[in-house]
């Protein structure tokens, strides 16, 4: 039957997810300082609607209504980030300023007062942007002490009451995009068959720093854990043989190896150092030491699954290129993988979900797991009112398949311990602006950003607030 509340463990966490850059807004209030990201949308051609995140929801004076409204709707996590340059303006990490503190000290004490567990992330894409423009960002080996200096004031000053740390979001999309390709901030393609494993090299590198800081001052005292959001699509084999098998596998290497294995198993995935040779960085035995299980979770973005295939060449780009990344397709025998959601990447293909945390278990010695984000967007459309929006049914029906295949995968032996759906509200979507729409609230960006929750809240809701007892069903949806 139909996914319920009751077909996960007592303890599971289900929440909520967004990102400092994408919700804040106030850009350059209380002492904040410029962040890559706010510098990249001012370049004509980054953003698809030449927007940018000046404003975007407007979180940074609305976060009691949005915590009002997590609450109302029965999650019991919210995840968000804290934007560095929020705490070091220029991100040298010399005088940490208070009034960027002192947000997330209320956004931090509201979420508590309410019953809201914070799962914080310290990196979400939005680095300060002297510490590229001066320094080299994260191509230069000096960004790790940095992180660390930034990491270790967030554990001071919040790590009383935040117990689920999360350090760096998606390392892959900033090296591929940020660093390789180019469309997401700081929009370097100058070397791509460098850049963008070095960009890659120090993040992992920063993230392991900002983790012993933690188990050497802070864990003890206040027992919370920490760890680090991988983003990965599951690799169908496109056929049974076996170069198809071969080649879906490289892919996930490439996408979670690449940031997984070196915590795992002290290096990059064979594969990887076969075809990048000298282009891929060489960790220290310090380095070593620092990265052996330097995780207390993974942390999982998942949105979509595709079919990889073996192919001699690529025309992917020169990432793939090195890679040999081979076909990546999403039809088979004129039918695509799955439904498509607004976005050209996000087919619809809840299965491939359960495989993909199989896949993980096996690997990475049976981790807890969260997933840190899962969710579908719809087109922005010229609408006469919010209400033309509401009705998204396909989010509805994304969602029930997707966290059912969560619930197998528990089944199956997957330790997975919350799910965070992505996200609250319609946001600031990167390099797409505000031309997709994600939330679970929808946001009217043409009158005073209200919050219109979409059928999908309501179905959430609805399946938070019951325990599987038909009779409890009966009173959820009693008037
Ligand atoms: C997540 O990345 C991010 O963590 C989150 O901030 C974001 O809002 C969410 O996805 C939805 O996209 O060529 O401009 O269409 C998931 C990985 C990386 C998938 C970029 C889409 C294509 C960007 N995403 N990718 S674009």
New binding site residues.
Partial sequence: GEVSRSDFPAGFIFGVAT?AH?VEGAIHEDGKGDSIWDIFSKIEGNI?DGSNANIAVDQYHRYKEDVELIAKLGFEAYRFSISWSRIFPDGLGHCANEKGIGYYNNLIDYLLKKGIQPYVTLY??DLPYNLHESEGGWLSEKVVEYFAIYAEVCFTRFGDRVKHWITI??PL?TAI?GYSIG??APGRRDDPYKEPYVSAHYQILAHAAAVDVYRRKFKALQGGEIGLVV?CEWAEAFSDKEHDKVAANRRLDFQLGWFLDPIFYGDYPAVMRERLRDHLPEFTQRDRDLLRNAVDFIGL?H?TSRLIGHASETTEGPCYEAQEMERIVNWQDGEPIGERAA????YIVPWGLRKLLNYIAQKYKHTPIYIT?N?M?DEEIEAASPNEFLNDQKRVEYFKGYIGSVAQAIRDGVDVRGYFA??LVD?F????GYT?R?GLVYIDYKNGLTRHPKSSALWFSNFLKNNGDEDDDEVANSP
């Fill in positions: 990102s994408q698809k979400h894409w979001n998606e999309q995009n469309i997401f983003d973005n949105y976005s050209d990447w996000l984000e969710g967007d992505w996200s946001n979507e990167w390099a797409q997709k994600f």
